[in-house]
């Protein structure tokens, strides 16, 4: 199993079972330092970043590969966030339940703040001229969004492409 069907299985299984959830989170509180508890807690719980999703990935490859040097930082990376920092360099050290409790309490407290999704409304694509959908998605880019807008736009970008309209 990979690192992305780990995370994704973890979040779903806790989305489909809270009280599972709930039962990682209590583990993990037991079984992991009060410092690293204090970390994971600020980055989880922060929400105007994306270092609560890095915390997954992280998590995630070094459930996969034990060796992996998780605080190495890829090329045109963003600043650095403290606790998330702190919380990398422990996890390379760190014996493999230690990540794995820090892992399913991440993906518990993520699954936790699931929400349903509403099905998407039936779409008249004669109305979804060029010139109206360019102007959505300007008027979209131009709120403030810390980043949320460009990357739903991109995703609907890559969905479109993905699944063509059907003549």
Do not use: K
């Amino acid at each position: 199993m990979d690192a992305r069907d780990r995370v994704f299985g973890l979040v779903d299984g806790y989305i489909a079972d809270p009280v599972s959830g709930e039962s990682a989170i209590r583990d993990a509180r037991a079984a992991l330092a009060p410092e690293v508890l204090a970390d994971l807690d600020s980055v989880l719980a922060d929400r105007r970043i994306s270092y609560r999703d890095g915390v997954l990935i992280q998590l995630g490859y070094g459930m996969v590969d034990p060796a992996l040097d998780l605080p190495l930082r890829p090329e045109g990376a963003r600043g650095n966030v403290a606790e998330f920092d702190r919380l990398l360099l422990w996890a390379t050290g760190a014996v493999m339940p230690e990540r794995e409790a820090a892992l399913r309490l991440a993906c518990a407290a993520v699954a936790a703040t699931a929400r349903p999704v509403l099905p998407m409304p039936d779409l008249n694509r004669s109305a979804l001229t060029f010139t109206r959908t360019t102007g959505l998605l300007l008027d979209l880019l131009s709120v403030p969004s810390g980043g949320a807008y460009e990357q739903f736009g991109f995703a609907a970008l890559l969905h479109t492409l993905g699944n063509p309209p059907r003549s």
